[in-house]
């Protein structure tokens, strides 16, 4: 069964670093693009960052633009969010998604509106002095 899976998350001070991580079970990411959401309490989905199967090609929202990178390693069929410089307003739980169609277009919002099943559980990212 196709499953993502997301790993790295946990408690840091402001101005921190954590390594987010997607893995793929049960199927090879190369051709998909994967997006990061992330939901904080009581507030809706945000798109924060997706990269493209297709180009490479990655989008950020404005908010973490300079601080979160994006990339892929197709040999450990894994995805990564190395999210530096961490403020408060970070704190939400992060998951992956993918429409686990090929070539599929990498832009704003990305992932947001597919179903639970085309998203990971989620890791808590917390930011906290």
């Known amino acids: 069964q196709a499953q993502l899976v997301e790993s790295g998350g946990g408690l840091v001070q402001p101005g921190g670093s954590l390594r987010l991580s997607c893995t793929a079970s049960?199927?090879?990411?190369?051709?998909?693009?994967i997006g990061w959401i992330r939901q904080a309490p009581g507030k809706e989905p945000e798109g924060v960052s997706c990269i493209s199967s297709a180009d490479g090609r990655t989008y950020y929202t404005d908010s973490v633009k300079g601080r979160f990178t994006i990339s892929r390693d197709n040999a450990k069929n894994t995805v990564y969010l190395q999210m530096n410089s961490l403020k408060p307003e970070d704190t939400a739980v992060y998951h992956c998604?993918?429409?686990?169609?090929?070539?599929?277009?990498?832009?704003?919002?990305?992932?947001?509106?597919?179903?639970?099943?085309?998203w990971g559980r989620g890791t808590q990212v917390t930011v906290s002095s």
């Open positions: 998604a993918s429409d686990f169609v090929p070539k599929s277009v990498c832009k704003a919002g990305y992932g947001i509106s597919l179903p639970d099943d085309y």
């Open positions: 049960g199927f090879s990411l190369d051709y998909y693009t």
